[in-house]
C-alpha cells in the first residue's frame, strides 16, 4: 500500500545553516506530495505541495522536488530561522483513495 | 472565511467515560476527515466523511469508536468507555472534493484527549 518514510529526527541547527529532511514514499499511479509544518500546541499548515514529477513546491524559502525516478521529496532550506523550529511532516495522497498518508514527523530546532 | 474548527482544544476524560469531539469544516466544505496523532508519531487516518454518510472508516478502531457528520451541524467523533491508549491529538481535515490528487487538506487546531 501507500506509504511514506520520513527522516528521523530531532534535528538542531544553528540559525542560517542549510536543511535538508529527507522523505521517500510507495505509492501506485501519480500521487501529489506534500510537506505539512506542525508548530507547537498547534494544527498542521500546508507548507508546499507538488502534483506532478519535476514540479517544485516552494514557499517560505522551503523548497522540494517531486523525483519520481528517486521516489522522494526531500525538504530544503538554504538558511533557516529560529522561527522555523516545528515538526515537519511528509504526506502523499494517492489518486485512488481519499486519505493522506503522512510520514512520522522530524523535529527542527534551530538556535540562535 | 473562517478555517476548520475543532473543539474543545482539550478535553479530559476518566477512563470509561465517553469524550466526544466536534469539527467545523471550512465554509464550502463538504468532506471531513479525523486523523488520531499518538505521542511522537506520525497522523494516522481513522474516517473520511461527506455529509450524511461514511466514505472510508478503513482507520476507526472496530469497537469503541463512530462518527458521523449530519446534514446539519459539525461532525462528531464519539469514543466510547474511554482507555489511556485513547489519549492522543485528535485532528479533523476538510477539503472541498474528496482529498485525492492535488486537492490538499485543511487541517484544525486538534482537540488533545487525555484520558486519566
Known amino acids: 500500500g501507500d506509504s511514506v518514510t520520513q527522516m528521523e529526527g530531532p534535528v538542531t541547527l544553528s540559525e542560517e545553516a542549510f536543511l535538508t529532511i529527507n522523505c521517500t514514499y510507495t505509492a501506485t499511479g501519480y500521487p501529489s506530495l506534500f510537506w505539512y509544518v506542525q508548530y507547537p500546541g498547534e494544527g498542521l499548515q500546508l507548507l508546499l505541495k507538488?502534483?506532478?514529477?519535476?514540479d517544485k513546491g516552494s514557499n517560505k524559502g522551503f523548497e522540494a522536488t517531486y523525483r519520481k525516478e528517486t521516489t522522494s521529496f526531500h525538504l530544503e532550506k538554504g538558511s533557516v530561522q529560529v522561527s522555523d523550529s516545528a515538526v515537519y511532516f511528509c504526506?502523499?495522497?494517492?489518486?485512488?483513495?481519499?486519505?493522506?498518508?503522512f510520514g512520522t514527523g522530524t523535529s527542527l530546532t534551530v538556535i540562535p | 472565511n473562517a478555517g476548520v474548527m475543532q473543539n474543545p482544544r482539550h478535553l479530559v476524560r476518566r477512563r470509561g467515560q465517553e469524550a466526544r469531539l466536534r469539527c467545523s469544516p471550512m465554509?464550502?466544505?463538504?468532506?471531513v476527515y479525523w486523523y488520531r496523532q499518538l505521542p511522537e508519531e506520525g497522523l494516522k487516518f481513522m474516517v473520511y466523511l461527506q455529509k450524511e454518510n461514511i466514505i472510508d472508516e478503513s482507520g476507526m478502531p472496530k469497537e469503541r469508536f463512530s462518527a458521523e457528520f449530519p446534514k446539519e451541524g459539525p461532525s462528531i467523533l464519539r469514543i466510547q468507555q474511554v482507555v489511556r491508549g485513547d489519549s492522543a491529538a485528535y485532528f479533523c481535515?476538510?477539503?472541498?472534493?474528496?482529498?485525492?490528487?492535488?486537492?490538499?487538506?485543511?487541517f484544525g487546531p486538534g482537540t488533545r484527549l487525555t484520558v486519566t
Open positions: 507538488a502534483t506532478k514529477a519535476d
Open positions: 504526506a502523499l495522497s494517492g489518486n485512488t483513495g481519499n486519505q493522506f498518508y
Open positions: 481535515a476538510s477539503s472541498p472534493l474528496p482529498g485525492t490528487g492535488s486537492y490538499e487538506q485543511y
Open positions: 465554509k464550502g466544505h463538504s468532506h
